[in-house]
């Protein structure tokens, strides 16, 4: 019975352990993959390959992308997510320091994109109203709608954060990011994140 319960707990552990195993990622299941970090593998690779700055601040990369975006989809404090690494903090740190630095700009920024894609991404009722539908595709006026939106957040543990980002309009906690996106949806740009200031009645 003893030898029994100590196969099925040795078992275990290996399987738990080839699970979670973010440095051979092609190993791991996507199901698995997806439903820690949000995404699949061929996204999660392509954020290492364009952020080789990480390569030199840390020395398990893709553990320590996995863990921030674990960070960012869950929420979880950095002492829950010490138990995928013991150094949860300092490379959620250098991650987001080395994602800014490397990944961002490729994909965000209205530098990213050439004046053609975003004229190609306008779509017909916004171009037939706004636009020049007839004209070449060089000559086309480039489409955006620019907007400002909420992102709504759990409350915050954090008593200052959680009072900043009150709404005493909405009567919940919010964000308020300024988007630049054309027509069929793609993000150029996110500036202006601001946190609600309404004084709260003491």
């Known amino acids: 019975m003893f030898v029994d319960i100590t196969k099925i707990l040795q078992t275990a552990v290996l399987n738990s352990s080839n699970t979670m195993d973010f440095e051979n990622i092609q190993t791991m299941d996507p199901k698995i993959l997806h439903h820690r970090v949000g995404i699949t593998h061929n996204a999660f690779e392509q954020v290492i390959r364009e952020t080789p700055s990480l390569q030199q601040e840390v020395t398990d990369p893709n553990t320590a992308i996995a ?55 306008n779509l017909s009722v916004p171009n037939g109203l706004f636009g020049n539908p007839d004209a070449p595709l060089q000559e086309r006026k480039a489409i955006l709608v620019i907007d ?22 909405k009567y919940t906690n919010l964000l308020k990011p300024f988007l630049i996106v054309c027509c069929d949806g793609y993000i150029l740009d996110v500036t202006g994140l601001t946190q609600q200031q309404h004084r709260m009645p003491l």
Request: a positive charge; aromatic letters at 12%.
């Open 148 to 169: 400002g939106t909420y992102v709504y957040t759990q409350k915050s543990s954090n008593f200052l954060f959680q009072r900043k980002t009150y709404s005493l309009h």
């Open 67 to 121: 863990i921030f975006l674990m960070k960012l989809r869950t929420g979880e404090s950095n002492e829950r997510l010490s138990n995928e690494s013991p150094y949860a903090r300092k490379e959620n740190e250098y991650c987001a320091k080395c994602l800014v630095q490397d990944f961002v700009p490729r994909h965000l920024g209205l530098d990213h994109i050439s004046r053609n894609e975003v004229v190609a991404k």
